[in-house]
């Protein structure tokens, strides 16, 4: 399972981040033209530092949620509810891989000024190690 698959289960499983956004409304990549606010895209902007240990070797990423909603509020709420699904979590990744210390590290917003349809943009900034054990 790939980190975006893993956050999409995890959003999938908490109904007070479906209700804001649903995961059906996620994206990674591009957002299909004339999708309906809100919704959100992940992104991994960077890989920052690696290592091993006798048996496991890990990675740190960064993982980047920017929401799309309509109004300030909403969009609050989303970004408040993304904090409290994926902040301290783990999520298994399957063969032997796990994503651990999920830390919420930054959340900024902005109004898009789009003359057809302006929405607030909320940046949700995460941090975490993946982490995958040698098999013996």
Do not use: C
């Not at 994206?27 to 091993?52: C, H, K, L």
């Not at 980047?64 to 969009?75: D, E, F, N, V």
């Not at 210390?101 to 930054?106: C, F, G, K, S, Y």
């Amino acid at each position: 399972m790939t980190i975006n698959q893993a956050i999409l289960s995890l959003w999938s499983e908490h109904p007070e981040l479906t209700a804001l956004v649903p995961a059906a409304s996620v994206y990674a990549g591009r957002v299909p033209v004339g999708t309906a606010m809100p919704y959100a895209t992940i992104e991994q902007p960077s890989a920052s530092g690696s290592g091993r240990s006798s048996d496991s070797q890990y990675v740190d990423v960064a993982v980047r949620i920017s929401l799309y909603a309509a109004t300030y509020a909403a969009g609050k709420a989303a970004a408040n509810a993304l904090e409290d699904a994926l902040s301290n979590r783990e999520i298994d990744l399957g063969a032997g891989a796990k994503l651990l210390d999920i830390l919420h590290e930054t959340t900024s917003s902005a109004r898009e000024e789009d003359p057809e349809e302006p929405a607030w943009r909320f940046i949700v900034q995460f941090s975490a190690r993946r982490i995958r054990r040698r098999v013996w």
